[in-house]
Antibody, heavy 113, light 107 residues
Framework: EVQLVESGGGLVQPGGSLRLSCAASGFIFSNYWMSWVRQAPGKGLEWVANIKQDGSEKYYVDSVKGRFTISRDNAQNSLYLHMNSLRAEDTAVYYC??????WGQGTMVTVSS | DIQMTQSPSSLSASVGDRVIITCRASQGISNYLAWYQQKPGKVPKLLIYAASTLQSGVPSRFSGSGSGTDFTLTISSLQPEDVATYYCQKYDSAPLTFGGGTKVEIK
């Protein structure tokens, strides 16, 4: 079964850090670009970042540049999002996604004091 | 960066109605356009990719068209299970921007 499973979300104070993980199975992870997409409560979808198959190219939405880092471990079929200097506006469900049609169930990140 | 503008932001239609949602890119993106359906509390589901290719398993009442800057998603006969928010997304190059969404309700 093709599957993406996110983990690592939770409650963090403003200025804090968090690392999200995404475990892939059922498809050849190393063949595909991978993305993180987020959705703030009651809001629309926002693409956050993506990474090339070999990790050589990474792109970010302007609002997270310099604060978030996307990475991957093809040997572990895993995708990561390291989030630093978190702000209230980063509060959202974070999805990992691939190939347009594969999405995880999401992990909730809440930034609040 | 290319902006993606969807319209309308919401609509209400009767069962059996034809529904059309538009998505406009601020610059040309060829046919690198996907449409998603998101039901409340659920994960987005891919409906259409390459502007007009129906994803496997998606009902044929959904169709997409367009190229360049102007795209449409059409539901030929609205069904109760189509109540959802619909998003377009460009995927030609980063940033892979989504449109703002169109909430579809039954009248």
């Amino acid at each position: 079964e093709v599957q993406l499973v996110e983990s690592g979300g939770g409650l963090v104070q403003p200025g804090g850090s968090l690392r999200l993980s995404c475990a892939a199975s059922g498809f050849i992870f190393s063949n595909y670009w991978m993305s993180w997409v987020r959705q703030a409560p009651g809001k629309g979808l926002e693409w956050v970042a993506n990474i090339k198959q070999d990790g050589s190219e990474k792109y970010y939405v302007d609002s997270v540049k310099g604060r978030f880092t996307i990475s991957r471990d093809n040997a572990q079929n895993s995708l990561y999002l390291h989030m630093n200097s978190l702000r209230a506006e980063d509060t959202a469900v974070y999805y990992c996604a691939s190939r347009l049609d594969i999405w995880g169930q999401g992990t909730m990140v809440t930034v609040s004091s | 960066d290319i902006q993606m503008t969807q319209s309308p932001s919401s609509l209400s239609a009767s069962v059996g109605d034809r529904v059309i949602i538009t998505c406009r890119a601020s610059q040309g993106i060829s046919n690198y356009l996907a449409w998603y359906q998101q039901k409340p509390g659920k994960v987005p589901k891919l409906l259409i990719y390459a502007a007009s290719t129906l994803q496997s398993g998606v009902p044929s009442r959904f169709s997409g068209s367009g190229s360049g800057t102007d795209f449409t998603l059409t539901i030929s006969s609205l069904q109760p299970e189509d109540v959802a928010t619909y998003y377009c997304q460009k995927y030609d190059s980063a940033p892979l921007t989504f449109g703002g969404g169109t909430k579809v309700e039954i009248k």
